[in-house]
């Protein structure tokens, strides 16, 4: 059984670039969830979807951080325009009537 | 406004030794969770814990959740080399899907 799969895995971009995020949740997990790990900080829900419906997007950081849920298998978080700041590792987690299983993170980079 | 503390932050032992990693809030969460997340991996679901007082074996892993359900702790005895990683806790609030994440306790097991 597959778990959450989030591409890429790495990711390296100067400054002022548009930066997109892909994650395919477990089949049948009706939660998604977009988390940010840094050092200083640790682990920050960005933004949850159930059933495909942003519920809370309290945690993005500004505008120019969207995401998207077209449908149950696919999410993509984008970063417009990328700033260093944004240099972190970003996870996707999915779940449904547990805690979530998280994917194994795209490292960011924004030179 | 850190609400879960984890300390220490950074462990080093030798193999075969015990240790407790704690996870301390002045507030009262629903469950809380542990993790294990290691180097270029998302954070690994080990046991949710619902009840004050609640004790959780997984192995050579203790689990127990306060009385208040404020605060958590996690042992291992006779720790081995693999189980060195991140250890996140993690408290849900109010049955939400909110999830608050500790800073974290690093954790090096020496041969």
């Keep these: 059984d597959a778990g959450v799969i989030q591409s890429p895995r790495h990711e390296v971009t100067e400054m002022g670039q548009e930066v997109t995020l892909r994650c395919k949740p477990i ?11 840094t050092m200083m900080r640790g682990l920050e829900l ?14 993005m950081p500004e505008d120019r951080f969207s995401a ?20 972190a590792v970003y996870f996707c987690a999915s779940s449904y009537l547990a805690g979530p299983s998280f994917g194994p993170g795209t490292r960011l980079t924004v030179t | 406004t850190q609400l879960l503390e984890q300390s220490p932050q950074f462990l080093s032992i030798q193999e075969g030794e015990n240790l407790t990693v704690y996870c301390n809030s002045s507030s009262v969460f629903s469950s809380l969770q542990w993790y294990r997340q290691e180097p270029g991996e998302g ?3 080990l046991v949710t814990v619902v009840t004050g007082g609640e004790v959780k074996k997984l192995k050579r892993l203790t689990f127990q959740f306060g009385d208040a359900r404020k605060d958590s702790s996690l042992h291992i005895t006779a720790a081995q080399p693999g189980d060195t990683g991140l250890y996140l806790c993690a408290g849900e609030k109010d049955s939400s899907y909110k999830l608050i994440f500790g800073s974290g306790t690093r954790l090096l097991v020496r041969p």
């Excluded at chain 1, 998207?68 to 240099?87: C, G, H, V, Y």
């Design chain 1, 46 to 59: 960005l933004i949850y979807f159930n059933n495909n419906v942003p519920i809370d997007d309290s945690g």
């Design chain 2, 43 to 45: 954070p690994v679901l």
């Design chain 1, 68 to 87: 998207k849920m077209p449908n149950a298998s696919f999410s993509t978080l984008k970063i417009q325009p990328s700033e260093p700041r944004d240099s």
């Design chain 1, 27 to 37: 089949s049948g997990h009706n939660s998604l969830f977009w988390y940010r790990q």
